[in-house]
């Protein structure tokens, strides 16, 4: 594996009897050369094998074409998922990603941050919630959340409220005494606190009776374990021989819940009805596939890194006309009915064939 | 949102009054300064407020830190877990990643690296299989294959053929009638072929009946369940009340064969083993936890990071002594035996308590 030495402006300057300064001027306007001398240009690179150095074009013209993201984790499939959405706009958009995984502490999400600035990355998209918008908000460049606290920076989220609201809806609608709620303890500023509270909007307005759960799930599957294992005997426990509608504010813990349900009873037995959120692939995959509010983690993925691309090239414009106010996109949930909310379909009965 | 102005080496040069050929030489070469020197540029750059550019640093010494990745898809939950762990070497050896997800077409990719070339990436971990290692072999820059065809790159792997033969034997000592493996029709030339050769190694020297199912999966769960579907129906049909000991290549499709199994029987029957591949979250979290050839993706991961650092390393020196035949590392598998290779402890016994 020999390897090339790389071609220099000088070197296509000799090879063409241009000035370095004309072939500087190729590379950054080529306008203000006439076609045929372009075309010289352009012929001598093929000649010489000339490879693009963008890292020379950014020094030029100062566009990286760089997007930072930090993402909590990969764990959980809405984010690995998101992930995988967020990278497939390259083809839109030819932006390139820099991408840190972690959620762990405010000092290391500083320096990752303080790493894709020294890069000159020209906007971020993040969705790990350890440094407030606030701080966030302060640094420079063009910022978009995706559902995290999002009060001082532009955002994508899914509307929240309404996908609790429907979730209790479908519940309600298959007659459950009580309706449960599973959640992690949410801070009121992020934007999944408004499942908890069209949940509940939902259960007050209708005079319906509700039991909410705040657990700390952490990011991985046995953390999570650890905090829905007891939650079985804890309803049964609560609420004897009531039909017991639950919503679970992800279908990775959905799955694992539905999973201790089956462990515990054979089956999914008819008092439990189950909804995740997320429409993540788990729940199609589960033994039983779980109802959900799906969030369109596509359109989600594609209206971050748009807003983002379009307040990057405002800046590139001699007078800049920046944001006054954080815009916050908001998308509508699915709801995706499917065997957890359905008594007479699989769960036992079709299970067994 | 103002935002600053950056400091230049003018800038630096103004407040210090040394030249910009010392200020450049300070971020170059600091130990041709003098200790005091140093400090007084160092403090100057605190008051003037410079923050670091790597992109001017780069043109200087032409180091990016930049390791560029292709990865298949994040569907698989291997490759997401992957990713992470790649991702994660960041704290031990301060690389960032540009990532690229598809395992589309030649063409494509191709795109993606020159895109990554362009950037002057010091290095590439290539997990896609679209494109020979041949080709790859040609590119000027260190690459590091894992769990791909690797005949002309370097490239770190699990141990396969063991893997295999592990999967085989285990589910040969529960005396299974007949042993199935469940794989891609995968290329002889792919590390992962050998869990079809480490299978059907210990089945001949074993003198074991087998019987193998190669298929198109895909790279999502609709695709894989097409294929995965018919088989319980297919085995029921040529072995009936023999004991089926399967081997499936990775966890994500053993728990979409499970919840088959569990859907067609409403419980795992007695006559039915399954081992997974990959040892990837699904396999715990799974309605009965799916024993599995576990690929240590950490170790993995590390030693790619490890091998690709060496090479970049190497080629920074005066006079790099470059790799003169590709290295490829094995990694052991691990063997975890967990509920469906084990008939009394949970499945239909224990499911119901």
Chains 1, 2 share one sequence.
Do not use: W
């Amino acid at each position: 594996m020999k390897e090339k030495k790389n071609v220099t402006f000088s070197d296509i300057a000799n090879y063409t009897h241009f000035s370095k300064t004309t072939i500087s001027r190729y590379f950054n306007s080529p306008d203000s050369l006439t076609l045929e001398n372009q075309k010289i240009i352009s012929d001598a690179l093929v000649e010489l094998g000339y490879k693009e150095n963008k890292v020379a074009k950014i020094l030029a013209n100062g566009k990286t074409e760089f997007i930072g993201i930090i993402i909590p984790d990969l764990y959980h499939h809405f984010y690995s998922e998101m992930l995988n959405q967020i990278l497939s706009t390259y083809d839109t958009f030819h932006y390139k990603f820099l991408v840190f995984v972690g959620n762990k502490n405010e000092e290391t999400e500083r320096r990752y941050i303080q790493e894709l600035l020294a890069y000159k990355i020209e906007g971020m998209i993040i969705l790990s919630h350890t440094i407030s918008s606030k701080e966030l908000a302060g640094l420079s460049i063009p910022i978009v959340a995706i559902e995290r606290e999002d009060e001082h920076i532009c955002s994508v989220n899914t509307d929240n409220y309404m996908g609790g609201y429907q979730a209790a809806a479908l519940l309600a609608r298959h007659k459950c005494d009580v309706l449960v709620h599973i959640n992690s303890d949410t801070s009121e500023k992020t934007p999944a606190y408004g499942r908890i509270q069209g949940f509940s909007a939902f259960c007050r307005e209708n005079r319906q009776k509700r039991h909410i759960i705040l657990k700390k799930f952490g990011h991985s599957y046995e953390t999570a374990l650890e905090q829905l294992q007891t939650i079985p005997d804890e309803l049964d426990r609560l609420f004897p021989k009531q039909k017991k509608g639950i919503f679970i504010s992800n279908d990775t813990h959905a799955n694992v819940f539905l999973n201790l349900l089956i462990r515990k009873y054979g089956a999914l037995p008819d008092d439990y009805l189950l909804v995740g959120f997320d429409d993540s692939p788990i729940s199609r995959e589960a033994v039983l596939s779980i109802s959900t509010v799906g969030q369109q983690i596509d359109k989600l993925a594609y209206e971050a890194v748009d807003l983002l691309v379009g307040q990057m090239n405002e800046r590139k414009k001699r007078r800049p006309v920046l944001l006054k106010e954080p815009v916050h996109k908001i998308i509508p949930p699915i709801l995706y009915r499917r065997e957890t909310t359905e008594i007479h379909a699989a769960r036992s009965g079709a299970a067994r064939e």
